[in-house]
């Protein structure tokens, strides 16, 4: 009804008229007979501004068209026609004013180049860096003394040209602020899906910033299990040159607790950070938490993170991915994950898959199955001691370790490299990250409860029950986060917790 009432008022509007030319303008009744029988059309123009560009759009889409049922109206294309119309207005109005000899001719030649195709290009230049340069603020602020040296000369600034692309775009100005007349224009000329793509890439880059950043050390990896240690490289740099190189499988293995899911994490946030616009697209993939990762996990993966089915579909076809498969050893597959996700075949998702995975789920034929000319390995080295002592100065620099020492002074590095090595065997132990950091968070408690350090080596067993009962408790954390409410696992996670979940590991 209330469609209904808007064309009834549409129909009245004079300008009307040069939208349908010669031909005989829609009756309301017309009109709304076409808009229902134009598929999925309804469902778009409930939106009040997507009605009124629809009803100016819909006249040239479906203009010579003997069967409407078959037109395929989507929300791009009633911008993309819209658009035009604006600018072949907008075009013909600023023929008729008053300009210089100099500044008709430089109208003259933008018009014979195609004044609506220049005119596009500068709108999505403009709404490009409107993302880059304000993350997404609509609203440009131009002070023309101020703004000659900055980005926003090249679409503010008063050369001839800029004016007469400005003057004919669907912007609006209010003193020195200048924005596009509706948010969906700059949403249109940077491109749906790009929106969606910005909003995923600032959301993960905080996510990292907030909980990973400021605890990563760099890893190093060797190329295979039966290399030696001393032959390992940054890992980061391995990587980089496998997403340059034509194979499409990088499987990383390494041992519980080496640090696999957070470089991951920093590989996908280095990776969102040298993004550019439609190019390839990180993606990472917690495989323990998906529903079926064997199936479309990509388009799973976008649908969570509110991307519309068309849009995954448009992405399916003509983007490309670096998918970061985290956890492969806790989602207990039986699959091929590449080969069930129909990875790189014709009309399916283009993807270069980095999958991580623990050293000791690897079957014994796994080598032989692999095909080198598409697959590529790497195996995370243990910390040596120079990495141990980098990630002690990061843990210190936790607000939380100084909760650790309970009013003690807080030791500084050197003091808590010192501590490590007095405990017999704790040095090799902080080798592996997830090792270390339980080792860092214990040792406090354990001097605090041996003020003499002469007799901390007797201490030993009460260090080990330290750590135990840590250990135990961080990897009920992640149990509980992983499983899946009413699961079989879950049922008896939960029997074990009300029995007494670390009563029941310590005997087992």
Not at 88 to 109: A, G, H, P, V
Not at 285 to 311: R, S, V, W
Not at 500 to 508: D, L, M, Q, R
Request: charged letters at 25%; a negative charge; proline letters at 3%.
């Amino acid at each position: 009804a209330q469609i209904v009432e808007y064309v009834e008022q549409f129909v009245q509007d004079s300008e009307v008229h040069e939208l349908f030319g010669s031909r005989s303008i829609w009756s309301v009744k017309e009109y709304v007979d076409k808009l229902a029988k134009v598929p999925n059309l309804m469902s778009l123009v409930t939106n009040p501004f997507l009605l009124v560009l629809a009803l100016r759009a819909l006249p040239e889409i479906i203009d010579g068209v003997l069967d409407v049922e078959k037109v395929e109206v989507t929300r791009v294309r009633i911008y993309e026609t819209f658009i035009r119309q604006w600018l072949d207005i907008n075009q013909k109005r600023l023929q008729t004013l008053r300009l210089s000899r100099d500044e008709s001719n430089i109208l003259d030649e933008m018009i014979q180049e195609d004044f609506a195709e220049l005119a596009i290009t500068f709108l999505k230049n403009l709404a490009t860096a409107i993302f880059k340069e304000q993350d997404g603020n609509p609203v440009v602020r131009y002070v023309p003394k101020d703004d000659k040296t900055t980005w926003k000369f090249e679409f503010f600034g008063d050369k001839p040209e800029v004016m007469f692309l400005r003057q004919a775009s669907p912007l609006t100005r209010a003193g020195f602020l200048h924005r596009f007349i509706h948010r969906s224009f700059l949403e249109y000329f940077y491109g749906f899906v790009e929106q969606n793509i910005h909003q995923l890439r600032s959301m993960r880059v905080r996510e990292y910033e907030q909980f990973v950043e400021g605890s990563y050390i760099s890893c190093f990896a060797k190329a295979n299990l039966l290399e030696q240690d001393s032959m390992s490289s940054p890992l980061l740099k391995i990587v980089e040159e496998f997403l340059n190189t034509d194979r499409k499988v990088f499987l990383l293995l390494g041992d519980s607790g080496s640090g696999k899911t957070t470089f991951n994490l920093h590989l996908e946030r280095a990776l969102w950070k040298g993004y550019e616009k439609e190019g390839r697209i990180p993606v990472f993939i917690n495989l323990a938490a998906i529903h079926h990762p064997e199936q479309d996990m990509i388009a799973k993966y976008l649908l969570a993170h509110g991307f519309k089915e068309d849009q995954i579909e448009e992405m399916r076809l003509h983007r490309e991915f670096d998918v970061i498969c985290d956890g492969y050893d806790e989602g207990h597959f039986q699959n091929n994950l590449y080969n069930s996700n129909q990875f790189n075949l014709a009309g399916q998702w283009k993807v270069k898959m980095i999958i991580s995975c623990r050293t000791t789920h690897l079957s014994q034929d796994f080598h032989n199955a692999a095909a080198t000319d598409v697959f590529q390995e790497a195996v995370i080295v243990p910390f040596s001691t120079i990495q141990i002592k980098e990630y002690v100065g990061k843990f210190l620099l936790d607000k939380d370790t100084h909760r650790l020492f309970n009013g003690w002074e807080v030791w500084g590095v050197d003091e808590y490299m010192d501590k490590l090595q007095r405990v017999p065997n704790m040095l090799e132990l902080a080798k592996n990250p997830s090792m270390l950091k339980l080792s860092l968070m214990v040792l406090p408690s354990l001097y605090r409860n041996t003020p003499d350090t002469s007799n901390v080596e007797e201490s030993q067993p009460m260090f080990y029950d330290k750590f135990i009962d840590k250990w135990i408790e961080v990897r009920r954390g992640c149990m509980e986060s992983a499983l899946q409410a009413s699961s079989k696992e879950q049922a008896a996670f939960e029997g074990l917790v009300n029995e007494g979940f670390e009563k029941a590991v310590i005997n087992y």
